[in-house]
């Protein structure tokens, strides 16, 4: 048991008053290691975190976090897929140095796994976008910047440390999209991520049996006219549906994402492919990199797993730009099957948001060294020492 510091104040204020302060600081460092060493027993693996989070979380956040789109079929598949997937280790290879850092549009970045955009992650912490992306500058990889942060792009980039990029939402008012693209090239953002599987919010029925609603206080900051911007305004309703429909446009084609990238010199990335037909037509729309996704399972219920359609959607780019996956990264593990079916990188949504509520910017750190610790020990067993020789071959059903 660690003292409570009440108890201590008190006890100490009675017996030593002159070095009370000193002790009770002492005291405190003391019992915030213990706590820490409780939760590194604790959490194993990032499904434990996930576990601790749920402890912590009012039940309307985790549920938002947690929560697909209808009957939850894709959330149950995305992890289902990698659980099935067979891996044919190699065997008598010097895999004593491993390096697991790759390149990814001309930046190096230490491991292939990069912090998917995630809504609101003032929800799972008050340091929110803050803390993660300091985290993801200490692990040396790139943060993908939710357009419905609840932190500006302004300071999320005064924090950075390593490369950010934003994702977007083409808008129905053409002229916010434009303007919040040129407010981001100014940030120093380094890419935009557009994602494409929303002409509308998919149907989350956790969020509206909660009536979800952001507590007073929390708001999308970058979404917020410019004259309201600073202000704190309260953004709620019945799930995301009624809340933020405003920001989207069930009449977005092809020809906005030329539009969208005449608008900028960086590169634009399209997020949520799931066929390979939509994965060619992207590049062949000027798109910089793709990333296979279903939103998490929060969009279209019963589309396939991620990890399914990623070769096929990987054949069809043919090594023009980088292939991200996302969806159900849950072990270091996982990220080796992605990466031999073709993806140069993953991403992680939830497993960020579980280690920023478990313990802000240190419980994200947690949720990426766990991940590391497990991808380099995945590259060891299948006798790989580096990510050129993750290949097809060393997966199968
Ligand atoms: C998301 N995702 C998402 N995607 C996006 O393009 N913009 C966004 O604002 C959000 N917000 C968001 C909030 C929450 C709570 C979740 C869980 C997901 C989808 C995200 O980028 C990514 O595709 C998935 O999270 C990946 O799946 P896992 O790792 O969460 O299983």
Redesign the pocket.
């Known amino acids: 048991m660690s003292p409570a510091p009440e108890r201590i104040r008190t006890d100490l204020q009675g017996k030593v008053p002159v070095a009370s302060e000193t002790i009770l600081n002492q005291a405190l460092v003391a019992s915030r290691l213990l706590a820490k060493c409780r939760l590194a027993m604790k959490v194993l693996n990032l499904l434990d975190l996930e576990q601790v989070a749920k402890e912590k979380l009012p039940q309307m956040a985790y549920d ?3 929560s697909g789109a209808w009957d939850e079929v894709t ?1 149950r598949e ?1 992890r289902a897929a990698f659980e099935r997937l067979k891996v044919f280790y190699r065997v008598l290879v010097d895999v004593s140095r491993r390096d697991l850092s790759t390149t990814i549009l001309g930046r190096k970045i230490s491991l292939p796994i990069l912090f ?5 992650h003032k929800l799972a912490h008050p340091d929110g976008e803050l803390a993660t992306v300091r985290a993801a500058g200490k692990a040396g990889t790139i943060m ?1 910047l ?3 942060s609840t932190t500006s792009v302004e300071a999320v980039m005064r924090a950075a440390t390593a490369p950010v990029w934003f ?1 977007l ?1 083409i808008n129905k008012d053409r002229k916010f999209t434009r303007d919040l693209v040129a407010r981001v090239e100014a940030a120093g953002c380094a890419a935009l ?1 557009v ?1 494409v599987d ?1 002409p509308e919010w998919g149907r989350r029925e956790r969020d509206v049996r909660n009536q979800f609603h952001l507590p007073p206080g929390l708001a999308a900051v970058n979404l917020l006219p410019s004259n309201a911007r600073g202000k704190i305004i309260s953004q709620s309703g019945a799930g995301m549906g009624q809340a933020f429909s405003w920001m989207l446009d069930a009449s977005v084609t092809w020809k906005d994402l030329d539009w969208l990238r005449s608008l900028t010199k960086l590169p634009v990335i399209v ?2 492919i799931c066929r390979a037909d939509d994965a060619d037509r992207s590049v062949e729309h000027g798109a910089s990199g793709i ?1 296979v ?6 969009q279209m219920d019963t589309a396939p797993a991620t990890l399914d359609v990623l070769p096929r959607c990987a054949d069809a780019v043919a090594g023009r730009v980088p292939v991200l996956l ?5 072990r270091g593990l996982d990220v080796l099957k992605a990466l031999a079916l073709g993806a140069t990188a993953v ?5 960020v ?1 579980w280690g920023l509520a478990t313990d802000g910017q240190s419980g994200v750190e947690t949720a990426i060294n766990l991940l590391r610790e497990e991808f380099d020990l995945a590259l060891a067993l299948a006798g790989c020492a580096n990510l050129s020789s993750i290949t097809r071959d060393l997966v199968g059903g």
């Open positions: 938002y976090f947690a959330l995305n998917a955009p995630t809504a609101f993908v939710s357009s419905l994702q939402y991520m994602t929303t997020k949520g990333v996704s279903n939103h998490g399972a929060r996302d969806g159900g990264v849950r991403q992680i949504g939830r497993p948001l």
